[in-house]
């Protein structure tokens, strides 16, 4: 069975550092996501990603972050200069569409990121 | 505004013993749910949805969930816990936008721990 994957399992960096966190979505899906869950918090959306852009993002997707789907397989997001509060799981997911009424979305196994 | 409330955020049970995970959801429209369960290492997996019609769902593994209209919940259940269902259960509204695609609202989760 197709999944959503996820690389690495788990990243250390340092408060200031960029880290990228990739994903590859399931190959026939179109429409991409990233997700976070703070320890103990809510799982939260971060962006939605279709065509090349951006489809929607939250609050939190603020300019420290970015997403990009470099080639055919890949999808990543950047955290340019980490912080604290940045520490969290981040989970990627894909869908084959985004219409009505909803899709099943499909997650990757997530990406734990500490920030010290 | 759109959120999901999981009111147990840890619950044990014995093997073979039967199971109820809580699930309420704040939604203004026809609220599309689903259950999603993580093992530890694994992706988000999709247990089981609802959209619309029978307000009893079959997911896999044996698991079951009412959508209650009247209380807004959308419990899981499963009549005989198995050891390998230790793990995290997500439950989530999603919503749909002519504008932006789908996304999805996640509760805080619950732990399932299933004693001998």
């Known amino acids: 069975e197709p999944e959503v994957t996820q690389t690495p399992s788990h990243q250390v960096t340092q408060m200031g550092q960029e880290v990228i966190l990739r994903c590859v979505p399931i190959?026939?899906?179109?429409?991409f996501y990233w997700y976070r869950q703070i320890l103990g918090q809510k799982v939260e959306f971060l962006v939605s990603?279709?065509?090349?852009?951006?489809?929607?993002k939250s609050e939190i997707f603020d300019d420290q972050f970015s997403v990009e789907r470099p080639d055919g397989s890949n999808f990543t997001l950047k955290i340019r200069s980490t912080k604290l509060e940045d520490s969290a799981m981040y989970f990627c997911?894909?869908?084959?569409?985004?219409?009505?009424?909803?899709?099943?979305?499909?997650f990757g196994p997530g990406t734990r990121l500490l920030v010290l | 505004a759109q959120s999901v409330t999981q009111p147990d955020i840890h619950i044990t049970v014995s093997e073979g013993a039967s199971l109820e995970l809580r699930c309420n959801y704040s939604?203004?429209?026809?609220?599309?749910l689903f259950w999603y369960v993580q093992s530890p290492g694994q992706g988000l997996q999709l247990l089981l949805k609802?959209?619309?019609?029978?307000?009893l769902v079959q997911g896999i593994k044996g698991f079951e969930a009412e959508f209650k209209r009247s209380q807004s919940s959308f419990n899981l259940r499963k009549p005989s816990v198995h050891w390998s269902d230790a793990a995290e259960y997500f439950c989530a509204v999603g919503k749909f936008s002519s504008n932006t695609g789908n996304q999805f609202y996640f509760g805080t989760g619950t732990s399932l721990t299933v004693i001998p």
């Open positions: 997911a894909s869908s084959e569409g985004s219409g009505f009424p909803v899709e099943t979305q499909y």
């Open positions: 990603f279709y065509n090349n852009e951006i489809s929607e």
């Open positions: 609802y959209f619309s019609g029978d307000t």
């Open positions: 939604y203004g429209a026809t609220p599309y």
């Open positions: 190959s026939n899906h179109l429409y």
